[in-house]
């Protein structure tokens, strides 16, 4: 069964950092590109940061130099590292492979229930 499970969210202040966790089973992770998204209620599903097979990562502008993202292929986790969060990076944040996209949002909580992050002034 294909399933993430994300983890780390939490209610932070502005300036503060997170660690997100997104534990993968189901299909073979090793070669998936992966990514998190993020999504705030009436808004779209963003992806905000990916990271493929071979190690190569992106990030959308408004998070550079502010995220991390990396993975283990031995405990098939990735990981986001947020740090210098702001009010704006308030969302749910979910994990999937990129190429889920085609077959539902990754924001819909099908593979995975996602992970609150709350950035307060």
């Known amino acids: 069964e294909v399933q993430v499970v994300e983890s780390g969210g939490d209610s932070v202040q502005a300036g503060g950092s997170l660690r997100l966790s997104c534990t993968a089973s189901g299909f073979t992770f090793d070669d998936a590109d992966m990514g998190w998204y993020r999504q705030v209620p009436g808004y779209v599903c963003e992806l905000v940061s990916s990271i493929r097979s071979d190690g190569s990562t992106s990030y959308i502008d408004s998070v550079k130099g502010r995220f991390t993202i990396s993975r283990d292929n031995v405990k098939n986790t990735v990981y986001l590292q947020m740090n210098s969060l702001k009010r704006e990076d308030t969302a749910v944040y979910y994990c999937?492979?990129?190429?889920?996209?085609?077959?539902?949002?990754?924001?819909?909580?099908?593979w995975g229930q996602g992970t609150q992050v709350t950035v307060s002034s």
């Open positions: 999937a492979a990129l190429d889920w996209l085609e077959r539902r949002s990754p924001c819909d909580g099908y």
